[in-house]
């Protein structure tokens, strides 16, 4: 009796190891799949618009410049929203989680902030560029203003996920580890000073904590200055109206 126990035990773990594989995985595929369907439903309306093969050529040379607007507005404006969005679940989280809990997750997230605002960047320069050779600066200063301000928003996302932000996960991984030493319960917010006023280690760890998050934090700061510029020259363009 005891041993079917035992095995029944064992299968409801190993069905939700299963599930719990299946949903971190298609999440990211679930995206990406969504993505792919965009793009390919946008491209099969611009194509099929046309009967001949000679006026969807036409039609697509004619809606390039649009094409390539619209993807600027859609990467950028997706990179402003993760942005958003990391700081207002972090504030959440930060008050919902236990401190372990929210390390976790925090690891988890950071990374792909990181390379979001890499890749989003990145295609956001690509397509202004494009849009705005360097030729049409000295006519259009706006556009010298854009590409300095996504080129900044790029450089911060590759300092942060390059050094800032793997260091700063480890420095709090490290706390966590000294925490479970010190026997200190686990609880939402951070530890009471009161319990780790005579360790010397954990105010060591915390002090490096501090200037690596401060420094990761300025330099979100600094990249929501750049979007906030590359938004005001958009504005200004009046590409909304």
Known sequence: MQQTTTIQTQEKMERRRKISAHNIFPSHNGA???VVAFVATLGFVIYSSSDSKEKKES???????????????????????????????????????TRSAFAQVQSRIFPMYFIS??????????????MNPVKSWQEDSLSLYQALSISVSLLCSLVNYFYLGPETIRMVQIRAQRVKFLGIE???????????????????????????????SMVNVIC???CGVNLWCLA????LC
């Open 32 to 34: 990406l799949s969504h």
């Open 59 to 97: 039609f697509i040379r004619k809606h390039l410049d649009s094409t390539i607007n619209f993807i600027h507005l859609l990467t950028f404006a997706t990179w402003v929203g993760i942005q958003v969005w990391v700081q207002v679940s972090g504030f959440t989280m930060f008050k919902t989680l």
């Open 117 to 130: 605002g890499i890749i989003m960047s990145t295609i956001s320069l690509f397509t202004h560029l494009y």
């Open 186 to 216: 686990d609880g939402v917010g951070p530890v009471s000073p009161k319990l780790v006023e005579h360790d010397f280690t954990y105010r060591e760890i915390k002090q490096r904590f501090i200037k690596m998050h401060a420094a990761c």
């Open 224 to 226: 929501y200055g750049a």
């Open 236 to 239: 200004s363009k009046q590409v």
